[in-house]
């Protein structure tokens, strides 16, 4: 019986071509899926080209709105060019200071006491003569009231605020540091030139050890020489409260007070330069008042 032979048909493969080795080759690609591909191409451009469009007129038609720059109210002004802040004036009736027996014919101006705006704390201030006038001894000294146990400025800047509040003066040169002695114990000193209407040549100075209170200030001598450490001390020693002030400050002065030095209370209290180191060419204050006095006296009595 003779079985018959089957052929083999490929219309599962879909209408793919058959290569000659027997192979079948890759679909051929539909017509339709290139025109979609052009269409969404296209289509994205013309979006792009109207989203610019857009952006382009809203830019030229409507800019953007500035804010007005707010004016600069406060300009910057470095800390060394600050001047300084005046003191606050307070009561009358607070304690200011007096000397006790003046020595001179200089003019004594005791000024009211008043609130320190950058410490908070009591000032008063005391001055005796004339800054320009260099015929005359010029003494100005400051009292603080409650100093605490914070360190305090160095006597150079100490110097230069002083000198700057109130009497409108400033530091152009300095010269050598030293102590005295006083009623309210040692005092730190520093030769300096004040300059202001004119120059003198004064001594600064600061106390050490009367805390709970400060002392600081300047002395000048007449002629444009620098006191003597002696007429530092006899300047302090007559320095007094005029008027009531805390426990503290009045505790001060009243032991300050027992320490005080007879020599000073005498006519030849200040003694010349040549007298305590051996130099020439000064003449002490109290003789140079008494030439003062007496060519004061002689021009009065020429006057018609």
């Not at 953007?64 to 406060?74: C, F, G, N, S, Y």
Request: proline share 8%; net charge neutral; with cysteine.
């Amino acid at each position: 019986m003779t079985r018959e032979r089957r052929e083999p048909h490929f219309d599962a493969l879909g209408g793919a071509d058959i290569q000659a080795d027997g192979a079948p080759t890759a679909p051929a690609l539909r017509p339709f899926g290139a025109a979609r591909f052009t269409l969404r191409a296209t289509a994205a451009a013309a979006v792009i080209a109207v989203l610019s469009l857009y952006a382009r007129n809203t830019i030229r038609t409507d800019p953007p709105v500035r804010e007005p720059e707010q004016a600069v109210t406060v300009a910057f002004v470095p800390a060394s060019a600050l001047p300084v802040r005046p003191a606050l004036p307070i009561a009358e009736a607070g304690p200011r200071l007096r000397l006790e027996d003046p020595a001179g014919f200089e003019a004594i101006r005791p000024e009211p006491a008043r609130i320190n705006a950058a410490t908070s704390l009591r000032e008063a201030s005391l001055s005796r003569g004339d800054f320009s006038a260099i015929e005359e001894s010029h003494l100005r000294v400051t009292l603080t009231q409650g100093v605490t146990s914070e360190p305090t400025p160095s006597l150079f800047v100490a110097l230069a605020r002083r000198a700057a509040d109130g009497p409108g003066l400033s530091v152009t040169r300095t010269g050598e540091r030293g102590r005295v002695v006083t009623k309210f114990g040692a005092v730190e000193t520093l030769e300096a030139v004040l300059a202001g209407g004119t120059s003198r040549t004064c001594t600064g100075f600061l106390s050490l050890e009367a805390a709970p209170v400060r002392l600081e200030g300047w002395l000048c001598a007449p002629l444009a020489r620098p006191p003597e450490a002696a007429a530092l001390a006899c300047a302090l020693d007559g320095l007094a409260l005029d008027g009531s002030a805390d426990a503290a400050t009045e505790a001060v002065f009243r032991e300050a007070a027992a320490r005080r030095d007879p020599r000073c209370r005498s006519e030849n209290s200040v003694s010349t330069v040549s007298d305590q180191g051996g130099q020439t060419g000064s003449i002490g204050p109290a003789r140079i008042d008494e030439k003062i006095r007496r060519k004061r006296g002689e021009n009065v009595q020429a006057r018609p």
